[in-house]
C-alpha cells in the first residue's frame, strides 16, 4: 500500500459519524469529511460551482450568488437522473480534492468521513478499512429531530434513501456502538486507535493494505 492508511467512517443518519471522527481527532488522528470538501469545491468561483452552473444554468444560483443547495438537494432527492448528472460532474472534483488532502495527512493513519461510502462506493477502493458507527433506528430518529426539528416521516424517508442498517454492518471491518451515552464511545475509539496504529505500521512494513 503507498500513502496514508485511510479508515472510510460511515453510518446512517443521526448514528453520530462527527462526534466519533472528533474522538479520533483529539487522539491526534488526521479527520477528513467529504462533505466538507463537497462544500468548499462548490463555492462561488470553485470548480464544482462552474459545473454546477454550466451544466444546470443560473436558476441554481441564490441571491447571495452562492449555489443555493437546498434547492440542488431538494432535485437531486426528487430526480435520480438530475442526481446522477450532478454527481458525475461533482465526484471527480471532490475525489481530487480529497487526495490533494489526505497527501498531506501526518498522522499514522487518517480517517475519511463518508456518509454514503457504501450506497454510493465511490470512494469505497481508496479505504483500507470500513468503520461502521451504529446505533438503533429509533435513536437515529430521535437525535435527527432534535438537532434539525424534521418529522419522524420526513427522517425515516432519509433514512429509506441509506443502506439498512443490517447492511451497513455486514460490509464494516470495525463497528463503533453509539447507541448509548456520549462517554461509550471513548473506550471503543480507544481500542480502535491502538489497532489503526499497528495495522498502519505493518502497512507501512509490508506495502500490504492492511484490510483484514
Given at each position: 500500500?503507498?500513502?496514508?492508511?485511510?479508515?472510510?467512517?460511515t453510518g446512517?443518519?443521526?448514528?453520530?459519524?462527527?462526534?466519533?471522527?472528533?474522538?479520533?481527532?483529539?487522539?491526534?488522528?488526521?479527520?477528513?469529511?467529504?462533505?466538507?470538501?463537497?462544500?468548499?469545491?462548490?463555492?462561488?468561483?470553485?470548480?464544482?460551482?462552474?459545473?454546477?452552473?454550466?451544466?444546470?444554468?443560473?436558476?441554481?444560483?441564490?441571491?447571495?450568488?452562492?449555489?443555493?443547495?437546498?434547492?440542488?438537494?431538494?432535485?437531486?432527492?426528487?430526480?435520480?437522473?438530475?442526481?446522477?448528472?450532478?454527481?458525475?460532474?461533482?465526484?471527480?472534483?471532490?475525489?481530487?480534492?480529497?487526495?490533494?488532502?489526505?497527501?498531506?495527512?501526518?498522522?499514522?493513519?487518517?480517517?475519511?468521513?463518508?456518509?454514503?461510502?457504501?450506497?454510493?462506493?465511490?470512494?469505497?477502493?481508496?479505504?483500507?478499512?470500513?468503520?461502521?458507527?451504529?446505533?438503533?433506528?429509533?435513536?437515529?430518529?430521535?437525535?435527527?429531530?432534535?438537532?434539525?426539528?424534521?418529522?419522524?416521516?420526513?427522517?425515516?424517508?432519509?433514512?429509506?434513501?441509506?443502506?439498512?442498517?443490517?447492511?451497513?454492518?455486514?460490509?464494516?471491518?470495525?463497528?463503533?456502538?453509539?447507541?448509548?451515552?456520549?462517554?461509550?464511545?471513548?473506550?471503543?475509539?480507544d481500542v480502535?486507535?491502538?489497532r489503526y496504529?499497528?495495522?498502519?505500521?505493518?502497512?507501512?512494513?509490508?506495502?500490504?493494505?492492511?484490510?483484514?
Amino acid at each position: 500500500m503507498t500513502g496514508p492508511f485511510v479508515v472510510g467512517l460511515t453510518g446512517g443518519i443521526g448514528s453520530g459519524k462527527s462526534r466519533v471522527g472528533a474522538a479520533f481527532a483529539a487522539r491526534g488522528a488526521d479527520v477528513l469529511d467529504a462533505d466538507d470538501v463537497a462544500h468548499a469545491i462548490s463555492q462561488r468561483g470553485e470548480a464544482g460551482y462552474l459545473a454546477v452552473v454550466a451544466a444546470f444554468g443560473p436558476g441554481f444560483v441564490g441571491t447571495d450568488g452562492e449555489l443555493d443547495r437546498a434547492q440542488l438537494r431538494q432535485h437531486a432527492f426528487a430526480d435520480p437522473a438530475f442526481r446522477h448528472r450532478l454527481e458525475a460532474l461533482l465526484h471527480p472534483l471532490i475525489a481530487a480534492r480529497i487526495e490533494e488532502a489526505i497527501g498531506r495527512w501526518r498522522s499514522p493513519y487518517g480517517l475519511l468521513v463518508v456518509p454514503l461510502l457504501l450506497e454510493r462506493g465511490g470512494l469505497r477502493s481508496r479505504v483500507a478499512r470500513v468503520l461502521v458507527i451504529d446505533c438503533p433506528e429509533a435513536e437515529q430518529v430521535r437525535r435527527v429531530q432534535r438537532r434539525s426539528g424534521l418529522a419522524e416521516d420526513e427522517v425515516r424517508r432519509i433514512m429509506a434513501t441509506q443502506l439498512p442498517r443490517a447492511e451497513r454492518l455486514a460490509q464494516a471491518d470495525d463497528v463503533v456502538d453509539n447507541g448509548g451515552p456520549p462517554d461509550d464511545i471513548e473506550a471503543q475509539v480507544d481500542v480502535l486507535d491502538r489497532r489503526y496504529r499497528e495495522l498502519a505500521r505493518r502497512a507501512r512494513e509490508t506495502g500490504d493494505s492492511g484490510k483484514g
